[in-house]
């Protein structure tokens, strides 16, 4: 009884709550309007709600198309069930990968949105894995190889450097630098397979050269590039001694070379004949130590890219 009291006692607060939101944000009265998956209105209904609070009518709609939203509303007002039904609405469950992340500032907080969001998703089969400090990491390790689709953590557990982060970095780069010729180095073939792939699909022209294909294809590959009909050349190793091409005025090292003296062979591409020359090197957390191997070899300091790069190129 005395929950049932909180409730319409917390319902009769809320009549008096004046809602700020942008414009042209439709209001939506019930789940059934919301257009969510049968399987999910199913969880919603089993868990006990029976119509949208006021935060789920504006929210839900505008997270599931998309939008960046920020949402603020009193403690009890349904904002923890308002992301986990965005989620859950969202989620390729045939796809066992994580489609989600959920940071929250408390372990317990984090606990309890895994919780909503298993129960929300109890008819959709879905996996959803809390990581927070105090925990054995090594299980954490052990379901994250499982496959989870939704992460819910604390910044101190749940520390994410993804490789996609280089490919954002490298197009901003395009977008600001005006480059003759560039190549970009990668480790191994099939980084040099994906990298193509995925720039094609933002248009950029590139080509790219490993060493799985045949000569007369490479040969053919390297003829359009110093031609100029390709500006971007994404190789292996391969390209890093005895290939000239005067245009090339930057040089990627999207991995850094897996020894030194591959390094002087990569960045010596660019800047040839006396020719104004860059090298940029894509480095995450645990290449740093691979860097100042680098560096302390041919007894240079590799500087923080500037501001005005542009200026250099």
């Not at 129960?119 to 379901?143: F, P």
């Not at 994250?144 to 280089?166: A, N």
């Not at 099939?190 to 720039?199: D, N, P, S, Y």
Request: glycine share 6%; hydrophobic share 35%.
């Amino acid at each position: 009884m005395e929950s049932v009291s909180k409730r319409n006692n917390l319902e009769d607060d809320l009549k008096n709550v004046e809602f700020e939101t942008s414009e042209n944000i439709e209001v939506i009265p019930s789940f059934d309007s919301m257009c969510l998956r049968d399987d999910l209105l199913r969880g919603i209904y089993a868990y006990g709600f029976e119509r949208p609070s006021a935060i789920q009518q504006r929210a839900i709609k505008q997270i599931v198309k998309g939008r960046d939203v920020i949402a603020q509303a009193q403690s009890g007002t349904g904002k923890t069930a308002t992301l986990g039904i965005s989620i859950l609405q969202m989620l390729d469950t045939q796809l066992r990968e994580t489609q989600a992340l959920v940071l929250s500032p408390t372990r317990e907080l984090a606990s309890q949105i895994q919780k909503v969001i298993l129960a929300l998703g109890d008819y959709m089969n879905v996996q959803c894995h809390a990581c927070y400090g105090g925990t054995n990491i090594g299980e954490d390790i052990r379901k994250l190889d499982y496959g989870q689709h939704v992460i819910s953590g604390t910044p101190g557990r749940v520390f994410v450097e993804r490789e996609e982060w280089k490919f954002d970095t490298l197009c901003d780069l395009y977008d600001t630098l005006t480059v003759t010729q560039s190549v970009i180095f990668c480790n191994t073939k099939r980084k040099v397979a994906w990298l193509t792939e995925k720039m094609l699909k933002n248009n950029f022209t590139v080509a790219s050269m490993h060493g799985d294909m045949v000569q007369k294809e490479r040969e053919e590959i390297m003829k359009d590039f110093r031609a100029g009909d390709s500006r971007v050349l994404i190789t292996t190793d391969l390209w890093a001694r005895g290939i000239d091409v005067q245009q090339v005025s930057l040089v990627i090292n999207y991995d850094l070379p897996n020894n030194r003296e591959l390094y002087i062979h990569r960045i010596g591409r660019s800047g040839r004949f006396g020719r104004k020359g860059v090298a940029i090197n894509f480095v995450k957390t645990d290449d740093i130590k691979i860097l100042r191997d680098i560096e302390q070899y041919y007894s240079t300091q590799i500087d923080e890219m500037p501001m005005n790069v542009s200026d250099l190129v």
